[in-house]
């Protein structure tokens, strides 16, 4: 029987997303193609993708992108163009059966081309939520209603996506959930290979003394929509009545030097920096509870990161992935961090939670979106458009 060639078309990635392609070659067996940009995906990913999937990866090698949307910008506050050489020829060249494009724009138009001309199906991978996508204008949604008469089925997030393309018109039963995954395993077994006497020099290093309190952490962009000087304010209230706790904050961006003013007057706060990938687990091994306070996400995947190293969650409830992956008094809290007696009230919770129980529920709820499970997700509604 001949092998069935799967093409995923995606301009950009980083390292979260090499086990789920890795895993997507297995499904296929070694079937998997994935065509991206050379000039967007940083060259450790490269090199890694590369050494997975061999020749199936496929770089376009000269790209040129006009605009002004920018990644630290709340969505649909910019636009971006791209024109890629040479992409369509390196899509015909691998001839596939199916394609995969991620979004309805970016290199999309170009898969979407392919599969009109040569009769293939087309999967539309998409994120948005109706909280991310509320400022949009009307001519993206015209244009995505129209790119929807020619899509055989999309695999989504979870319900707050779904629920968004319903509400455009997209039929429910081409909708496929569970679609996004972290380098869970990967970072799970890291932390485990971490021990407790690796983890109280690190934590010691870190502080600079002995923690007696819960340490939170917040791992991600120094960015407003982030919302993390919300988080700074409601965290100067709990150390009035929880002096012990620390906050602990990875990450870089525009936003970091005005975070450390606010937080100047307040000795609890450890700003670490830009942290690698490769060392993101030491950070989540010593920590006790994971906060994300955005003020807009499609599905942060640092939440299923910390979940998958044994973490409680407390999560915005303007996070796209929040329904499925936290639920109240069994693995977290979710809050709003516009209001701030809500995340004050967020970070009082874990002071009377059994947080080992949480944790071991956060494990066993992340597994449902690890690389193999989503990859399984992936290929059933492949299978359905096949």
Known sequence: MKQRKILWVNPS??????????????????????????NRVPERCRLNIGRRLGGNAIGIEKE????????????????TIPFPKGLYRKIASVEPDLLVAEGFFQFTPWALLYSIVHRKPL????ERTAHTERNCPFWRTAYRRFVNLFVDGYVVNGRLTKEYLMSHGVREESIFTGGMCADSTGLADSVTAFSSCERDCFRNQVFGSRVSGLIYIYVGQMIHRKGVSSLIEGWRTHIAKHGADKLLLVGDGPELENCRKIAETMGSIVFAGAVDYSL?????????VFVMPTLEDNWSLVVPEAMACGLPVACSIYNGCHPELVRK????????????????MALDYFHNADLRKLGRASIEIERNYNPAHVAANVMRAIDSCL
């Open 13 to 38: 990635f980083l390292d979260y997303r090499i086990p789920f392609y890795d895993e997507m070659n297995k499904c296929c067996n070694g079937g998997f193609h994935l065509i991206y940009s050379k």
């Open 64 to 79: 040129v992108c006009y605009g002004s949307a920018t990644t630290a910008e709340f969505a649909n506050r910019g636009v």
């Open 123 to 126: 999967l539309i991978a998409y």
């Open 280 to 288: 993101i687990h030491k950070y989540y091994a010593i920590s006790d």
């Open 329 to 344: 008094d069994v693995n977290g809290i979710t809050f709003d961090p516009l209001l701030p007696e809500s995340v004050v």
